[in-house]
């Protein structure tokens, strides 16, 4: 095991303690948490849901919500934010999919591995591999650790990476080193860690078990 895998296996382990083993909840629709995913860029959950709920009640399925008047979808979800772009990729995304798989469902995706998923899905325009690799994890269980603003931050705190590396870098970087069967664990923990505790603005450096391991220049001394 090299240094980054022990230093990795070291801070879960402390995380884990400290929050609990993150268990998989069980499988879920994979084309609802992309759209969900779409449209929570820039705003909360509860904003999110909002509009996701307001979406489908005015358009029930999928198909309706890909033939919907461009400006009338946008309307539906403006409370998330961003609603032209979101409406737009949305759409731009369901005639992918429909055209892709034959069908208005990602269900074929678990047929491919996590690498040919990442490749074929982030060739899309407005999906990355953040979104992908969530849609993988949090869908079909894949032993998957995506990389969002939490992981990105606390990774470059704990300097598993270099401070400059982007998120998605980060990714590739910590990948092979994340502990087998430990993805969504390590992701889960990482994401309630940087909500309570090592917050982007202020964290709470006196109450953090992972003090030792932080190797950042401004975290405040005990
Ligand atoms: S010591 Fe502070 S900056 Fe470092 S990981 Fe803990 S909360 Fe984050």
Redesign the pocket.
């Known amino acids: 095991m090299n240094n980054l895998s022990v230093r990795i296996l070291e801070a879960l382990q402390l995380l884990e303690k400290n929050q609990g083993e993150k268990q998989w909840p069980g499988p879920s629709d994979a084309l609802d948490n992309l759209i969900l995913t779409v449209l929570s860029q820039n705003t909360n959950d509860n904003l999110r849901d909002r509009a996701y709920n307001r979406m489908l009640e005015i358009y029930p399925s999928w198909e309706e919500v890909m033939n919907a008047p461009t400006e009338k979808l946008e309307d539906a979800i403006r409370i998330a934010g961003l609603s032209q772009q979101k409406s737009e990729r949305i759409q731009a995304i369901l005639r992918w999919i429909k055209q892709e798989f034959g069908e208005l469902s990602l269900r074929q995706l678990k047929n491919y591995n996590n690498d040919a998923a990442i490749e074929l899905m982030t060739a899309q325009k407005g999906i990355g591999i953040k979104t992908v690799t969530v849609v993988l994890m949090i869908t079909l269980g894949r032993d998957l650790c995506p990389v969002d603003t939490h992981v990105h931050r ?1 990774a470059r ?2 300097a598993w990476v270099d401070w400059n590396t982007t998120a998605e870098k980060t990714f590739w970087q910590l990948r092979p080193h994340v502990p087998t069967g430990k993805g969504h664990s390590l992701h889960m923990n990482l994401l309630q ?1 940087g909500r309570t ?3 982007a603005r202020k ?3 006196r ?5 030792d ?4 220049d ?3 001394p005990k």
Do not use: G
């Open positions: 606390i705190r704990l860690f505790i090592c917050q964290p709470r450096c109450d953090c078990f992972l003090w391991q932080c190797r950042w401004e975290k405040i």
